[in-house]
């Protein structure tokens, strides 16, 4: 039972565009929201997070967006450089999985020159 | 200001062999978690600790075994290993619940034949 959900593997924008990454959940009990950044042969880095009370979360260049009706959460990067291409991962906690984390699958982003 | 560091970053194992995925932390967190990445099925959470003496369950914990008889370590023991353990496994650490913003280690990247 995935209840978190990637279901775009893969993403591909031009250099400067945005990129917008999407997130499902079913657990109506997840409170807090995160996105990892991951390069290859690195441990995944925190980018941003969100908890259930707001609904948008800006950092520089990234900003979350939350639709708590919809379960929905979708990270946007404006704009996109080469050096975002990574793999992204959305992540999940609350309820009785307090401390823990439920991540998706991970969408890979490459940012074209 | 090394972070969360993991030891070693390959191996190859022999079926039903043994061994110890090493993890240490120099941020004095509270938490620490271990996790397995798999194609295509993001990370997935196999062991975590609250405190030195303090470990639990997570989503997949068949064939592994923990302790944190300190707050800086949190060993990772694979017990009989089996080429369906062959991944990439990931430690973290998170100074508290509820936020639970988690750093990663680099992994180890593990292949069991």
């Known amino acids: 039972d995935q209840q978190v959900k990637q279901n775009s593997p893969s993403l591909s924008v031009q250099e400067g565009r945005i990129s917008i990454l999407n997130c499902d959940y079913t657990?109506?009990?997840?409170?807090?929201f995160l996105w990892y950044k991951k390069y290859p042969a690195e441990g995944p880095t925190f980018l941003i997070s969100i908890s259930s009370i707001k609904d948008k979360n800006e950092d520089g260049r990234f900003t979350v967006f939350l639709n708590k009706s919809a379960k929905h959460l979708s990270l946007h990067i404006v704009p996109s450089q080469p050096g975002d291409s990574a793999v992204y991962f959305c992540?999940?906690?609350?309820?009785?999985?307090?401390?823990?984390?439920?991540f998706g699958q991970g969408t890979i982003l490459t940012v074209h020159p | 200001n090394a972070g969360v560091t993991q030891t070693p970053k390959f191996q190859v194992l022999k079926t039903g062999q043994s061994m110890t995925l090493q993890c240490a932390q120099d941020?004095?967190?509270?938490?620490m978690s271990w996790y397995r990445q798999d194609p295509g099925m993001g990370l997935r959470l196999i062991h975590y600790s609250v405190g030195a003496g303090i470990t639990d369950q997570g989503e997949v914990p068949n064939g592994y075994n923990v302790s944190r008889s300190t707050t800086e370590d949190f060993p990772l023991r694979l017990l009989s290993a089996a080429p369906s353990q062959t991944s990439v496994y990931f430690c973290?650490?998170?100074?508290?619940?509820?936020?639970?913003?988690?750093?990663f280690g680099a992994g180890t990247r593990l292949s069991v034949l």
């Open positions: 992540a999940a906690s609350g309820g009785t999985s307090y401390g823990k984390l439920t």
């Open positions: 657990n109506s009990m997840f409170d807090y």
């Open positions: 973290a650490s998170s100074p508290g619940l509820a936020k639970n913003i988690q750093y």
């Open positions: 941020m004095n967190h509270e938490y």
